[in-house]
C-alpha cells in the first residue's frame, strides 16, 4: 500500500473538499443545494481570511495526486479560547488507512502550537467513522439538540476538546 502525501492549502481544496462532503452528505443523509451552499460560502470566507497564525488547511493526497481528504482549523471564530475544527473528510477510496487520525493529530497539534485552549467542532449522531476519530483524539460531547442547521433536520453534537 502506498503511503498518502500530507500537505497544507494546494489551490483548489475548497472545491475538492465541498464536493466530496456534499456528495456524501446528499447520497447518505439527503442534504442537498442549501447544505452544499451553505459549507462552499463559510470555506470561501475562511480562506479569504485565513491567518496562518491561527488558522490552518492540512490535506491528503495519493501518490498519485489524488485528493484524499482535507480538515481545517478556524481560530478566528468567536468561541473564547477554543478554535473550530471544521470540515474533516476523507474520500471513500482512502477510508481505513489512518488519513482521518493522521489529519486529525496534525490538527490538534497546530491548535495547541498555536495557542488555543481547545478545539470545537460539530456534528451529528450517526457519523459513525467520524466519531471513532473524534473520541480517540479526545473530544468529548458538551451538548445535543434535534436542529436543521444543515438543511435536514438531525441530532446536531458539539465536542470540545479542551488543552
Wanted: glycine share 12%.
Amino acid at each position: 500500500m502506498s503511503q498518502p502525501v500530507f500537505a497544507g492549502y494546494r489551490p483548489g481544496v475548497l472545491g475538492r473538499f465541498v464536493a466530496l462532503q456534499s456528495e456524501y452528505y446528499a447520497r447518505d443523509w439527503g442534504f442537498g443545494a442549501y447544505y452544499e451552499a451553505k459549507i462552499a460560502g463559510a470555506a470561501a470566507d475562511f480562506l479569504a481570511r485565513m491567518n496562518p497564525a491561527r488558522d490552518a488547511v492540512f490535506t491528503a493526497w495519493s501518490p498519485s495526486g489524488e485528493f484524499s481528504g482535507a480538515i481545517t482549523v478556524d481560530g478566528a471564530e468567536d468561541d473564547g479560547p477554543l478554535a473550530h475544527l471544521r470540515w474533516f473528510v476523507v474520500a471513500e477510496p482512502a477510508r481505513g488507512q489512518g488519513i482521518g487520525k493522521e489529519l486529525m493529530r496534525r490538527a490538534v497539534a497546530f491548535a495547541r502550537e498555536s495557542g488555543a485552549g481547545g478545539l470545537y467542532l460539530t456534528t451529528f449522531d450517526g457519523l459513525k467513522p467520524a466519531r471513532r476519530v473524534y473520541d480517540g483524539a479526545g473530544f468529548t460531547v458538551t451538548h445535543e439538540a434535534w436542529d436543521s442547521t444543515w438543511g435536514e433536520r438531525v441530532k446536531e453534537q458539539r465536542m470540545e476538546f479542551r488543552f
